[in-house]
């Protein structure tokens, strides 16, 4: 995808063939900033403090952590740590785990000497993987926008989105995102609802900077606006990505995806969800009782960070300000869980599928035995 005209994706191999580079999102839309990544530590702390996320996202930098950690020291040791390290660094997103599993796979029968340069070989790979999955998930995913009609007498397909599952979240392309990229492209007239996604807004700060990027007509509403929407057929499809979804198709996603899907179950608006394959865990049947819940710390609920404004002009300065009351306690559980019922479709990189078990083994029949 394009920022003002030049082609990026989200992380990248510096041309000294070590270093790894990634937009820092924290610093989103305020200021674009290009991180530097010499250490697996630094990846486990950009991890770890968001500088990367999107659980795509985080699997290739888990990846390319490895590869850092091999170029530092490509003992068993060292590949040891930098697994068990790395996989704490986020406990949701089960492309982290898929990363690193597949990296310690590989590099493990190998002799120290071959280490480095496969690692980095197959960071690359999965880097690559993930753009075309993203790719194909849009293709997919344009093939159920085309059969949409407008509710509203804008005729606009109106599209109403949660968190940041766009290119962003991804290496390239996005998931969620991808239809609506690939429906713009095709002079499909789409509009989409941002939701802000508090308490860090990676909607009303990444989904709404980068849809404007590409030129998407957008609108940034409150989280609670979605459901007054949906009741006034202003919202034809609701689309998200998600974290982990289980191999009976429920979904975790950003906290207040539930939500959403229960709104559009009861105004009968379809509810699609993207994923790639390394998002599908088929070890788990129930999200709500088996999927752990990552708790982030309540500062990210009482302090906001924006631009700051004196005299009605922005300065360019960033600032942030406390918005709770002293005193007062905090809780902030980061994911949801949405039951398979209330999703209408997983769109993945092979096809369209029901949220179901037989559904996701309609498409990855290879599974077969894990899901036994």
């Known amino acids: 995808m394009k920022v003002d005209g030049t082609p990026y994706r989200t992380i990248w191999l510096s041309p000294d ?4 580079q ?3 999102q924290t610093l989103l839309p305020h200021r674009f900033v290009v991180r530097d990544f010499r250490t697996m530590e630094d990846a486990e702390v950009a991890i770890r403090t968001m500088i990367v996320r999107g659980a795509p996202l985080i699997g290739a930098t888990a990846a390319y952590g490895m590869a850092l950690a091999m170029a530092t020291d490509p003992s068993d040791a ?9 996989m704490e660094s986020r406990p949701t997103a089960v492309n982290l785990r898929w990363a690193l599993d597949d990296l310690r796979a590989l590099l493990a029968p190998l002799p120290a000497a071959k280490r480095r340069e496969a690692a980095y070989r197959r960071a690359a790979e999965i880097c690559d993987e993930d753009a075309e999955i993203c790719r194909r998930i849009g293709e997919n995913g344009l093939g159920l926008i085309r059969k949409l009609k407008p509710r509203d007498k804008s005729g606009r397909i109106n599209a109403l989105t949660h968190c940041n599952a766009g290119w962003l979240a991804t290496v390239d392309w996005g998931t969620a995102l991808a239809p609506i990229y690939q429906a713009h492209d095709a002079g499909i007239p789409i509009h989409v609802w941002v939701d802000e996604t508090r308490p860090r ?3 009303a700060s990444l989904t709404a900077w980068e849809l404007g990027k590409h030129g998407v007509p957008h609108t940034v509403i409150a989280d609670n606006a979605g459901g007054h929407l949906m009741q006034h057929d202003q919202v034809d499809f609701v689309i998200t990505g998600t974290d982990r979804t289980t191999r009976g198709g429920d979904v975790c996603n950003k906290i207040g995806t539930y939500l959403k899907a229960l709104a559009a179950h009861d ?3 379809p509810f699609y969800v993207g994923l790639p394959y390394p998002t599908i865990d088929w070890t788990i049947l ?4 088996d999927i752990p819940i990552e708790e982030r710390s309540a500062r990210e609920l009482s302090h906001m960070t924006g631009r700051l404004v004196k005299d009605g002009l922005e300065t360019g300065e960033l600032a942030t300000v406390q918005i709770l009351p002293e005193g007062s306690a905090g809780a902030n559980p980061a994911f949801d869980v949405t039951p398979a019922r209330l999703v209408t479709a997983l769109i993945t990189e092979r096809g369209v599928c029901a949220a179901s078990e037989a559904g996701l083994l309609s498409l990855y029949p290879e599974q077969q035995t894990r899901a036994a």
């Open 22 to 24: 990634a937009i820092d």
């Open 201 to 203: 807004n990676q909607g």
């Open 17 to 20: 063939g070590t270093t790894v």
């Open 267 to 269: 105004n009968g608006v």
């Open 78 to 86: 060292m590949l040891a740590r930098a697994y068990t390290v790395l």
């Open 286 to 289: 129930d999200g709500v009782r």
